[in-house]
């Protein structure tokens, strides 16, 4: 993929002022709005939402159409956001896949590309695949490269907040200290925005399914275990980008039970994917990944099912903490497992339940993710275009 250079610095990545990004922003709910309209919501006059208007519809960022419902004389004109105008780069690195797509200004998913990876996989090997697969989408679309407007990078770490690199990811050690960022712009002069993947899952599920949800926890269980923080309508990092690393919880039961992170007794050590294996393997189960547990789940088989329930209320005990110091509205479980999420949701609704203050959990929603929702991917996109919004 050539190298894309940003033509517009004094007027951010969308080559526009930031009086005319405002009104953009008032159009990413997909809905045309006239200018009036515009005027009234960010309180501005209408003669200068006409001249920033103008400046987007210039940009080819938006269109206008004739408003369907008038009265006679002049017809109103509405202004319309056109979403692939620019689009952003959505990726998703675990250790076992990659998956790229590309994402509209609207952070809808357009299309997307996924290949499986071995966990032992180089970063700049991924990452070369990662822009093969992103110059082939491009061209099934017939798009040139400087439609692309930023880079959203999902990856299965913490990440330090302040440098965009991942700090010591327990399950992609080859990863450790990466730096993504500088990869990328050395190949696309673009803004490029490194999250980890739990966080981007909180981020697109909210987007997909409950968009209007201040306060959203997303748990994730498949290798890892963590989870993505919504509160007050914001993605929660905490001070160091830490926040949500609930894998490392210690639990009440099995206090001895080794963890790779170094401690024993932690949530990831007893119900992560990789330790209900070696739990049904040592009951004579022949397992070698989440999906053959999936498999004896759907088989109603009782060892399956007893595992998946106990992580439920392993996870349920983190989370029952959790709910009465942060009382989120909704709790959404996604992962490897969510596909065959109901063993698992009711052993942490059982927990949460029984142990949350009733006032912390009134109102409450714990909910399964959306099987094949992309979430991350979505996610990714999500954080990329607010980002180039307001990069001014």
Known sequence: MPRHTRTSP???FLGVSAGALAVLETLLDGRPRTRVRIADMIGVARSTVALRVDELVSAGLARFEEDPVYS?????????????????????????????????????????????????????????????AAASLLAGKAWDVSRLAAVGVGLAAPIEHATLRPINPPIMPLWDGFDAVSWFQGRLDVPVLVEKDVNLMALGERRLKWPKTQNLLFAKLSTGIGAGLILDGKLYRGEQGTAG?????????????????????CLEALASVPSLIAKLQGEGQGLESGSDIIELLKAGNIDAVQAVRQAGRD???????????????????????????EHLITGVREIVFARAMPLSTKGLSIVQAAPGSNAALIGAGVLAVNHVLHAT
């Open 315 to 341: 996870l349920g005990e983190v989370l029952a903490s959790t709910v009465s110091l942060i009382n989120p509205s909704v709790i959404v479980i996604g992962g490897s497992l969510a596909s065959v999420g």
């Open 245 to 265: 690393d609930i894998g490392h919880v210690r639990l009440s039961r099995d206090m001895d039970t080794p963890c790779h992170c170094g401690n024993h007794g």
């Open 10 to 12: 004094n007027k951010g």
């Open 72 to 132: 006679g004389g002049r017809p109103s004109m509405r202004i319309q956001l056109v979403p692939d105008s620019r689009i952003v780069l959505a990726v998703d690195i675990g250790a076992n896949h990659a998956v790229t797509g590309l994402v509209d200004l609207n952070s809808r998913l357009i299309v997307q590309r996924r290949r499986e990876v071995d966990v032992a996989t180089r970063p700049e090997e991924i990452l070369s695949w990662v822009m093969d």
